[in-house]
């Protein structure tokens, strides 16, 4: 079927793009293994016609032409609903198994040969790229019920072929779930939550021993899945780690405020009380610390192998994690080593969202393939060229701006810049990189809810405004701006001249370009977000009624970019609460649990 939507497509652009091709197979944007051969197949309109092959070197992020094939010097004859007769002529090309480099980078620091494999191919005459459509939009093109021609124009979702190796290049098969301590927490009495069966586990990634949270609710039912990514990172100060205090009657309370850290197991029991079953991944290098007076749990910390790599072995961390909770939930037992219970079945419904760090790695994790329903991020990072660049503009060392992008070798001094030499382990990080190159608009993409939430102070801000807004126009999100009457948002935003992606020259010392921004004003009289300065924690925000109306004539638009007036790194917790939840609710039929930037998790 597919062939004949390709056969049809050229028949229609023949008289315009006389060197048209299509590649079929593998399908674009779907899961293979790094060390297994790849043979690319498709069709071109003339008999003999050299087809040109050439992969993306993740090394430099340039084309390296790897061969040619021959179109076979017979076809088979189509002829278009208008009446265009045309002859297709199959091709095929064994790339055979692709040296590593093809599909992470391997010549710059040793924590990016391991990161999710990320193959692109072209298959292109004359210098014209050969469309190519993935799993979603083969789908939709046999089920829009459109003239071929019309729904193979309409569907196709790029001009390469994409193959992701989601568990990582070299990287062995994820283990299943063990339970290392746990425990059955009765829901406080009187109540109409549901009891909550919850441990600390570890599964494997490449051979290391990486520790998550999971929590569900003990009653009978099926339940909507969510992954919650967190910020953090590990390193001389501990922001990564997750931490929880235990009652003495077994439920859970906040860490003491002198900690400065999130309740994250207050936030896992939250989710779960509601009818959720709840994971977040303590990536390698991080740990979990739980303090308990319940005499049903000690007290205990445990930590992952491996070191922080910053939105690279992280993602491959999550992309386990939801590959157990995707299709091995049956084996994942909760509560401790003695008293486990079966998780009860999960709906097929997976929401996804992060904050800071856990933002870039959700942006990744659904980039590839990662099977979400609606995703979130929120104060995320996108674009690690641009952090360099702010860092500099902010009087940062090139060091410091390096580190501060995540350009480091962990357990090394070793830093790189974003150079011809450096910069693929800069956008090996980016979520914007590889957006900007179709990742989050192929078909699936379309009609998924995406909410990313940010503010407009850029002051002591590890994540400026700037890096949210290029992802928001590659998705092109609708540009919402929260804040009272008489401060305007910004019109423009500093960006970076040149294609994404490109190294910086050494001269570069901040962003070099302005780019413009559009808003829509919404709920300006809402005083949540007033006053001359930013407060320690910004008041609750009324909900903003998404999605809106879509213009007369128009498709649904199901992207959205919230930016709060007043709202920092730290401060919006409660800002956001009310937008996010409706979020949720509207997209999984569940009250959501406590977001995680709340100063207070669990509270009935």
Request: a negative charge.
């Amino acid at each position: 079927m597919l062939r004949t939507r390709c056969a049809l497509l050229l028949g229609l652009l023949a008289a315009t793009v006389p060197l048209a091709g299509c590649a079929i197979s593998p399908l674009s944007r779907t899961d293979a293994e790094s060390t297994s051969a790849v043979t690319l197949k498709g069709y071109t309109l003339f008999a003999g016609q050299t087809v040109t092959i050439q992969a993306v070197d993740q090394n430099t992020g340039n084309l390296d032409t790897r061969g040619t094939a021959t179109a076979a010097m017979s076809g088979t004859s189509y002829k278009t609903s208008g009446g265009t007769s045309y002859t297709l002529y199959p091709w095929s090309f064994s790339a055979g198994v692709l040296p590593a480099n093809f599909w992470a980078p391997q010549a710059i620091v040793d924590d990016l040969k391991t990161s999710q494999g990320h193959l692109e191919i072209f298959a292109s005459v004359g210098g014209n790229n050969f469309l190519t459509f993935s799993e979603a939009a083969a789908n939709s093109a046999l089920a829009s019920g459109k003239d071929p021609a019309t729904a193979a124009l309409q569907y196709s979702d790029g001009n390469s072929t994409v193959l992701f190796d989601q568990s990582g290049v070299g990287s062995a098969a994820t283990t299943t779930w063990v339970t290392v301590a746990g425990m059955i927490s009765p829901s406080p009495s009187p109540s109409v939550y549901s009891s909550v069966a919850w441990s600390v586990g570890y599964y494997t990634v490449g051979g290391s021993k990486v520790y998550a949270l999971i929590c569900a609710p003990t009653t009978a039912g099926q339940y909507p899945l969510v992954v919650y990514n967190h910020g953090g990172i590990h390193g001389p100060i501990d922001l990564g780690s997750l931490h929880g205090n235990v009652t003495a009657s077994g439920w859970t309370s906040a860490p003491p405020p002198a900690i400065g850290t999130a309740d994250d197991l207050g936030q896992c029991v939250d989710w779960a009380k509601r009818g959720w079953i709840f994971a977040v991944s303590s990536y390698r290098g991080e740990s979990i610390i739980i303090n308990s007076a319940s005499p049903e749990f000690r007290s205990n910390s445990w930590i992952s192998d491996g070191a922080s790599e910053f939105c690279l072995g992280e993602v491959n961390d999550v992309m386990a994690l939801t590959n157990l909770l995707i299709n091995h939930i049956d084996s994942i037992m909760l509560g401790n080593t003695t008293q486990k219970v079966k998780i009860n079945a999960a709906n097929g419904k997976l929401f996804m969202y992060g904050f800071s760090h856990g933002g870039c790695i959700t942006y990744r994790a659904v980039e590839q393939g990662a099977p979400v329903n609606a995703f979130a991020v929120i104060e995320g990072f996108t674009d690690m060229r641009m952090a360099y660049l702010t860092g500099l503009s902010e009087g940062l060392t090139p060091q410091q701006a390096a580190v501060g992008s995540g350009a480091f070798q962990p357990g090394t001094t070793t830093i790189y810049a974003p150079d011809a030499a450096g910069v693929m382990g800069y956008n090996w990080r980016s979520a914007h990189y590889f957006a900007s190159r179709g990742d989050l608009t192929i078909e699936k993409f379309r009609t998924m809810p995406i909410l990313i939430l940010h503010g407009d102070v850029d002051i002591n801000n590890p994540v400026f405004l700037d890096q949210p807004a290029l992802l928001a126009a590659d998705i092109s999100a609708t540009n919402i701006f929260v804040g009272p009457n008489g401060v305007s948002p910004p019109s423009s935003l500093p960006c970076i001249d040149g294609p994404v992606g490109a190294p910086l020259p050494p001269s570069l010392m901040a962003p070099n370009k302005s780019c413009p921004i559009a808003f829509t004003l919404m709920n300006t009289g809402d005083p949540c977000v007033a006053g001359a300065t930013p407060p320690p924690e910004l008041g609750l925000c009324r909900v903003l009624m998404l999605p809106l109306p879509p213009p007369s004539g128009q498709p649904q638009q199901l992207h959205y970019f919230v930016v709060y007036h007043n709202m920092n790194h730290v401060n919006g917790g409660l800002a956001i609460k009310n937008t996010f939840d409706r979020f949720a609710e509207q997209n999984f039929d569940r009250k959501p649990g406590c977001d995680g930037l709340e100063a207070i998790c669990n509270a009935n």
